[in-house]
């Protein structure tokens, strides 16, 4: 852990105007208790919702009238209204928190580690300058005059270079601030929702307590982006999903009236509770199935250990996918042609379908070892004749193939989310494997 660097005692950086400083907190017990929170306000807003069944159809089967009634229907509806609100501040306030947490985790021991090595060459440069001052003059006609010019000179020398070596250093630290800040004010956006503003006036009554699983109004493939989890072959195709059928996620999806989720898979229903979501900062619909599939699995083993993208497909739609590949044999023989090079009708209708369609590189393509990876398909068309296919990596990023996937004539979006295009003549070298979802 580096030292505490206080204000003062390292300089100014001259871009941001801010004193160089250890930036302080524990940036992952803000992202811990930032998810906490968005749990629990997840929570409150389908506890609201639930109450509003109640309030609004349930007392109606119930056929209980009277005043006792009417005032037993309205004490729930002023309780749903109020949790309801509760719910709708601290979801959005947990994930602000706990996206400031995740992305500064890393920053914070940055800036921290520069911040350090500011103040010991500010200190350098600070003892050298009053040496210089405290220092005497030149004294011309001395015997050893010019041994003191030297020296003086040599000072002078060492001030400049110790100026320069901080001034190095603190223009780091005014970079990994001005990135420090991005963050945080990222973070906050959410914040900043005029409907949200409303439902803290008063003004507005929060929706539907499910909307705060889908933090883009519906899920989306932004929402994916891979932690540590060996889990790509799921998170292709939950994006491939959120992309072409958003509808069907929600419908896979229950929100029950304790707090837990029920994932309704094609062999059967799965529910989990919010603590046994993984620890990542995904949008929580995407670790609500996570969390199941890791139990339809068998363990978190399993489910860490790779898989197809096909059987998840399998899983979600009840019916065996298509799958293409780069290995001939009878069937390519047999059918004229099942290869990754001959998909591109089939991903193309696929993809106008609303069904998933997965690319795999498992032998080493684009720099994807120990088992390969797993990537989404979101898009097939076609310039004067030359076919062409989007990608998405469920990372969100590149970071690390670039090199390899422009190398092998993919083309990456700038800035880099995660997405690039290729030909398709590059894409059947660059993949192994294809999986299209059939329902």
């Not at 705060?212 to 292709?236: E, F, I």
Request: charged residues 25%.
């Amino acid at each position: 852990m580096s030292a505490n660097v206080e204000a003062g005692t390292a300089g100014e950086a001259a871009g941001v105007g801010e004193q160089i400083r250890s930036m302080k907190g524990e940036p992952e017990t803000v992202f811990s208790s930032g998810r906490k929170m968005s749990d629990h306000g997840n929570m409150m807003s389908q506890l609201a919702t639930q109450l509003r069944t109640i309030r609004d159809s349930e007392m109606t089967q119930w056929r209980i009238t009277g005043k006792a009634a009417e005032k037993l229907r309205s004490s729930i509806g002023d309780v749903a209204e109020r949790i309801a609100v509760a719910g709708a501040i601290y979801g959005p306030v947990g994930i602000a928190l706990r996206d400031y947490g995740s992305e500064t985790s890393g920053q914070q021991e940055a800036l921290n580690s520069l911040a350090v090595t500011c103040q010991e060459r500010w200190t350098t440069l600070k003892d050298l300058q009053a040496a210089y001052v405290d220092g005497e003059a030149p004294v011309e006609g001395d015997d050893d005059y010019d041994e003191q010019v030297e020296k003086r000179q040599q000072l002078e020398a060492d001030i400049w270079d110790a100026q320069d070596a901080w001034g190095e250093v603190a223009a780091d630290w005014n970079n990994k601030f001005v990135d420090w800040q991005s963050v945080y004010d990222q973070a906050v956006t959410c914040l900043a929702d005029p409907d949200l503003e409303a439902i803290r006036a008063g003004d507005k009554l929060p929706g539907d307590g499910t909307s705060t699983l889908y933090p883009n109004g519906d899920p989306d493939p932004s929402d994916v982006h891979q932690g540590g989890a060996g889990n790509c072959y799921l998170l292709a195709v939950l994006a491939g999903l959120a992309d072409g059928d958003p509808q069907k996620i929600r419908d896979m999806i229950t929100v029950n009236p304790d707090g837990t989720y029920t994932v309704h898979f094609a062999d059967g229903d799965i529910t989990v509770s919010s603590d046994q979501f993984l620890d990542n900062d995904q949008a929580d619909w995407v670790r609500v199935i996570e969390a199941a599939y890791v139990i339809h699995e068998g363990s978190y083993e399993e489910f860490d250990n790779g898989g197809w993208p096909h059987e998840v497909m399998e899983d979600i739609f009840g019916h065996d996918a298509d799958t293409k590949d780069d290995d001939s044999g009878f069937w390519d023989f047999a059918t004229g042609g099942n290869d990754v090079g001959d998909s591109y009708d089939d991903m193309n209708d696929a993809l106008d379908d609303g069904r998933p369609v997965v690319a795999a590189a498992t032998h080493g393509q684009l720099g994807f070892q120990d088992g390969g990876h797993a990537l989404t398909v979101t898009d097939a068309y076609e310039v004067d004749g030359r076919q062409y296919v989007v990608i998405r990596n469920p990372w969100g990023h590149n970071n690390n193939h670039q090199t390899q996937i422009t190398d092998a004539g993919g083309v990456l979006n700038d800035p880099d989310d995660g997405y690039f295009t290729m030909s398709m003549e590059d894409f059947s070298e660059s993949f192994s494997d294809v999986s299209i979802a059939n329902r």
